[in-house]
């Protein structure tokens, strides 16, 4: 069993929440840009979710879930002391990380924190970091204070202008190459449509970009192949040849068609409260 040992709220509405669980066998061995898969008990879905944080000394991983759905719903109300019957990792392969000069790490809306430990680590290999975090709103901008310990420079960016840059993530991008700096690598990760506008908007300009994908996904070491994306016009894994991938060759389009294969079932599981997760056929 995995207790929780940290609960802190990060935003109220949707919730937004960070759980610190005690893992020490995850935390001895993860890396930065690796993904765990939780389940809350024995009868509830595996969720995948990529590692915001971790203490190989205390033993403990740091996740952040927002409350979307009837299974994140569930994790999203657990609080101090309370078990994970299940926390699976590390998972996937690790950021590559090395001194690539100066790096944006770009973080929208949940993205911020799977963004954190890469530009950390990044940052530590001797990088320039520069982070570009965004939000809907200026109350939905979590791990300000994070990003900023760790980066040289934080541009905020939200779609109602009530913070920073108006716009979008890559609105925070341009400000920055309009200042004339060289970018020589960029991370993006968020929602799919948001890494898509980011690679777009990159790709002309042959700027290196790495995007973390978060498909549906089942069992995470490679059998069951429901989280297969496409890079290259090549089927791949998300959860043994990814999370991360070169943003200029994924086929987000079909990406987004994936996500929303259950739809459906999702808004029925949120209105009954219920779902049929562990439910004998």
Same mark, same amino acid.
């Given at each position: ?6 609960? &802190? ?36 879905? &595996? ?24 299974? !994140? ?20 392969? #690790? ?17 911020? %924190?799977?963004?954190?430990?890469? %530009? &950390?680590?990044?940052?530590? +290999? ?31 960016? $939200?779609?109602?202008? !009530? ?10 991008? +341009? ?12 991370? +993006?990760?968020? #929602? ?6 980011? %690679? ?8 290196? $970009? ?17 989280? &297969? ?6 089927? =791949? ?17 079909? +990406?987004? =068609? ?10 029925? %599981? ?12």
């Amino acid at each position: 069993m995995y207790r929780i040992v940290k609960r &802190r709220q990060l935003a109220a509405e949707p919730s937004i929440v960070l759980l610190e669980v005690k893992a020490p066998n995850v935390a001895k061995k993860v890396q930065p840009g690796q993904f765990i898969i939780v389940r809350k008990d024995e009868k509830a879905e &595996r969720i995948p979710l990529t590692v915001m944080d971790f203490d190989r000394e205390k033993g403990t991983i740091t996740i952040v879930i927002q409350n979307v759905g009837y299974s !994140s719903g569930l994790i999203n109300e657990m609080g101090e002391g309370d078990f994970f019957q299940d926390f699976v990792g590390p998972l996937g392969v #690790p950021s590559e990380i090395e001194n690539y000069g100066t790096v944006v790490c770009i973080g929208g809306g949940l993205g911020v %924190a799977p963004v954190y430990p890469i %530009a &950390r680590a990044l940052k530590e +290999a001797g990088n320039k970091v520069i982070a570009v975090i965004g939000s809907k709103t200026a109350d939905l901008l979590i791990l300000e204070e994070e990003m900023r310990a760790i980066s040289d420079e934080v541009v905020i960016t $939200t779609d109602d202008g !009530s913070m920073g840059v108006k716009g979008f993530v890559t609105n925070g991008l +341009a400000y920055i190459l309009d200042q004339g700096i060289k970018v020589d690598a960029c991370w +993006a990760i968020g #929602p799919v449509i948001m890494m898509k506008s980011v %690679a777009n908007f990159t790709r002309p300009l042959g700027i290196k $970009t790495i995007v973390s994908m978060n498909p549906i996904m089942v069992d995470g070491t490679g059998m069951c192949g429901a989280c &297969r994306v496409s890079v290259g016009n090549q089927t =791949k894994f998300v959860c043994v040849d990814g999370p991360e991938f070169d943003g200029h060759l994924v086929d987000f389009d079909l +990406a987004m =068609k994936r996500l929303a294969f259950y739809k459906d079932e999702e808004e029925r %599981a949120k209105i009954s409260k219920t779902c049929d997760c562990g439910k004998e056929k």
